[in-house]
């Protein structure tokens, strides 16, 4: 049974930084294609960023050069730097895997930034 356990949301400043995590069990992330999407107030579900197996990245126009994600094989952990936050970055986290053909999702993580 495949399941993604998310950490690290909460309430930060405008301007500040979180980190994500995102610890896998019954898939190995190495080996998949591993993403961060977001749901803001009032919003769509969007994909903030991706990471292919062979590690190249990429992210939402609106989160380019701040927010930067990464994977640890050895622990089976994908993680979502954020930096340089702003409001309008507020909404659940989620992320999600792709495996054996099936998509998988974490319960998602509130992030809220608010002064």
């Known amino acids: 049974q495949v399941q993604l356990v998310e950490s690290g949301g909460g309430l930060v400043q405008p301007g500040g930084s979180l980190r994500l995590s995102c610890a896998a069990s019954g898939t190995d992330l190495s080996i998949n294609v591993v993403a961060w999407y977001r749901q803001g107030p009032g919003k769509q579900r969007e994909l903030v960023a991706a990471?292919?197996?062979?590690?190249?990245?990429n992210y939402a126009d609106s989160v380019k050069g701040r927010f930067t994600t990464s994977r640890d094989n050895a622990k089976n952990t994908m993680y979502l730097q954020m930096n340089s936050l702003k409001l309008e970055d507020t909404g659940l986290y989620y992320c999600?895997?792709?495996?054996?053909?099936?998509?998988?999702w974490g319960k998602g993580l509130l992030v809220t930034v608010s002064s």
């Open positions: 999600n895997t792709r495996s054996n053909g099936m998509y998988y």
């Open positions: 990471m292919s197996t062979s590690g190249s990245t």
